[in-house]
C-alpha cells in the first residue's frame, strides 16, 4: 500500500527516502515541512486509511532528524553519516546488561555474548562515516568489563595478587587493590595497566574499531 505513497511523492516532485513505514522528505525551509506534513497526513488517513502517529511525525532539520537508527551531519557542505544519539543509548543500555558487575558466570562466556552481539550490530551501523564513535564505545566498554573483573576480585589481598599476577609491580599494584567505586578504580592507572588492550585482545574481546574498518573499507 506504502508503494502508493511512493508515487505520490514522486508525482509531487519530493525528495524523500522509505523504509516499510518510516519515512523522511526533504524540503528546504521550515515552512514548507509544515505544509507538507499537514498535507501528506491527509493524503494518508484519507486516501490510504492509514493512521499517522503524530509522536513520531514531525518537522525538523535533516541534521537532527534521525533514519533507521542513523542520523547526519554537514561539514564544508559534505554531508556525513552517524549513528543517532538514541541507537548510542540503547548500545550502550545493552552491553551495562550483558556487563553488570554483579553478573555471575565465565568470563569467556560473557565476551561470547558481547562478540555475538557486536558482530551484528556492526554489520548494520557500518555504513556511518564517524569512526571516533566507535573507538569511544571500545573504551567505554573495556572499562565496564574492567570494573567487573575488579568487583568479582573482592578483597584487598585478592586484587593485589591479581594483579601482581598480570605484571604490575606490587608498589603499584597497592594503588588498585583498594577502593569503594568499582567504575572509579576502573579508570585507575594499575588497574588499566594489568588490564590493557592487549588482554581483553588475548581473552578474546572483538572491537568495534576494528569490526569498523574490515567490513566498511575490506573488498
Known amino acids: 500500500m506504502l508503494d502508493d505513497l511512493d508515487k505520490e511523492l514522486e508525482q509531487r516532485g519530493h525528495k524523500f527516502v522509505r523504509y516499510a513505514d518510516d519515512c523522511n522528505i526533504y524540503v528546504k525551509t521550515p515552512r514548507a515541512g509544515e505544509r507538507v506534513l499537514e498535507s501528506m497526513k491527509q493524503y494518508l488517513e484519507k486516501k490510504l486509511k492509514l493512521k499517522v502517529n503524530p509522536k513520531k511525525s514531525k518537522v525538523e532539520k535533516a541534521t537532527k532528524a534521525k533514519f533507521l537508527g542513523f542520523s547526519f551531519w554537514k561539514r564544508k557542505r ?34 561470547w555474548e558481547v562478540n555475538q552481539y557486536n558482530r551484528g550490530w556492526m554489520a548494520y551501523y557500518r555504513l556511518a562515516t ?90
Open 78 to 111: 559534505e554531508v556525513f553519516i552517524r549513528i543517532a544519539n538514541r541507537t548510542k543509548e540503547r548500545y550502550m543500555e545493552k552491553m551495562r546488561s550483558l556487563t553488570r558487575r554483579t553478573r555471575s558466570g565465565k568470563l569467556e562466556d560473557i565476551l
Open 130 to 219: 564517524t569512526p571516533s564513535v566507535y573507538q569511544e564505545l571500545d573504551e567505554w566498554l573495556r572499562r565496564r568489563l574492567r570494573q567487573l573483573l575488579w568487583k568479582r576480585w573482592k578483597h584487598g589481598a585478592t586484587r593485589l595478587r591479581e594483579l601482581v599476577r598480570l605484571g604490575v609491580p606490587a608498589e603499584r599494584a597497592r594503588l588498585g587493590a583498594t577502593g569503594t567505586s568499582a567504575w572509579r578504580m576502573a579508570h585507575c592507572p594499575p588497574i588499566h595497566e594489568a588490564l590493557n588492550n592487549a588482554f581483553w585482545r588475548n581473552s578474546g574481546l572483538e572491537s568495534l574499531s576494528v569490526q569498523y574498518s574490515q567490513l566498511r573499507y575490506s573488498r
